[in-house]
């Protein structure tokens, strides 16, 4: 593949840096745990594409977690997920507030700042192209799994630092036009429903003013009627003695 001129290509292993390094979580089990631990245990249900669901509850103690001798995590290390779904997802670490480890089917991507921006990083990783090298890569009976050694060998092509941190930008500003794009469409059933009931009450009104309408017409007397009593009141009207006793 030809590269942009600047742009270099790198293992993912590399753009670690000398000072960084890839690396796979810890195997914690369930014996390992502690529900009053003071120790996070992250594991695949916390990681998304591009971002950190915090969703699991799992804990360890510190004296468990330094017998293990787990990695602990920084905020801006980078996860990806070895297992579904899907394979190689990836997303920030933001921090918690206390101590926390992750899971063994989860890799670890520290950068030293030299070679690569996390952000850019979690991005690339999480593109079709990435993505689709990683499921090829995965193996396994009955689940998919891609191997530590295999993610820390992906090549990547590799833009300069500062067209990196333009890259991220620009996609930012896409995302979050995409995200206004997306809550204007959800307004869209809300604005049906109303409209339906806005016609609805419409046809209602409609309909109780033609019953009205119809019951009024009702009394009135016949146009027979009418034309009959005004010749009477011209018949009176033009009469000499124009009597009123006779109206």
Known sequence: MTLP???AS???????????????GDWVESKDQDPAGEVRLTQLADIGEGDFRNRSARFM????????????LR?????????PDPIGRACIFPGLGQPAVTAVDVMIWRTDGALADAEW???????????????DGAGGTT????????????????????????IVAKLDAL??????????????????ASRRRFITRFRCTCRS???????????????????????????ILSSPSNNRNTW
């Open 75 to 83: 905020a801006g290390d980078a996860l990806i997920a070895r297992m």
């Open 209 to 235: 003013a033609s019953r009205t309408w119809a019951t009024k017409k009702a009394r009135f007397p016949k146009p027979r009627k009418l034309r009959a009593r005004r010749l009477r009141c011209r018949s």
């Open 61 to 72: 103690t510190r004296d468990a977690a330094q017998r293990l001798r787990c990695t602990y």
């Open 175 to 192: 995302t979050a036009h995409l995200a206004r794009a997306r809550a204007e469409l959800d307004r869209v059933p809300v604005l049906a």
């Open 121 to 135: 990083f979690v991005r690339w990783i999480n593109s079709p192209a990435i993505r689709k090298a990683m499921a």
């Open 143 to 166: 689940r998919q799994r891609i191997a530590g050694g295999r993610v820390k060998d992906l090549e990547l092509p590799v833009p300069p630092r500062a067209e990196q941190r333009r």
């Open 5 to 7: 001129k600047g742009w």
């Open 10 to 24: 790198a293992t993912v292993e590399e753009l670690a840096g000398v000072d960084g390094f890839v690396t796979d």
